[in-house]
Nanobody, 117 residues
């Protein structure tokens, strides 16, 4: 059974940083791509960043240069380092995994992130 467990969310001031983690189990992690999505109340879920099994990355324009997605296959864990955070509506960040670029086979339960002074 596939399980993705996010952690690291919380409240941070504008300009601050958060590091989200996604621990995966039940899959051969190193052949899966990983994606981070976020959803604010009343808004559509949006793709934030993606990393392939081979390490290729994609970032949404809104986070390019501020966020970094990475993975540690030895720990079956993916990460989203978020820096220079801007004041935005609270959002829930979701980790997903899938066999193939852009594919989503499984979702985590989400972790909240709020940027506010």
């Amino acid at each position: 059974q596939v399980q993705l467990v996010e952690s690291g969310g919380g409240l941070v001031q504008p300009g601050g940083s958060l590091r989200l983690s996604c621990a995966a189990s039940g899959i051969i992690f190193n052949v899966y791509g990983m994606n981070w999505y976020r959803q604010a109340p009343g808004k559509q879920r949006e793709l934030v960043a993606r990393v392939s099994s081979g390490g290729s990355t994609y970032y949404a324009d809104s986070v390019k240069g501020r966020f970094t997605i990475s993975r540690d296959n030895a720990k079956n864990t993916g990460y989203l380092q978020m820096s220079s955070l801007k004041p935005e509506a609270p959002a829930v960040y979701y980790c997903t995994a899938g066999r193939g670029w852009g594919r989503v086979d499984s979702w985590g339960q989400g972790t909240p992130g709020t940027v506010s002074s």
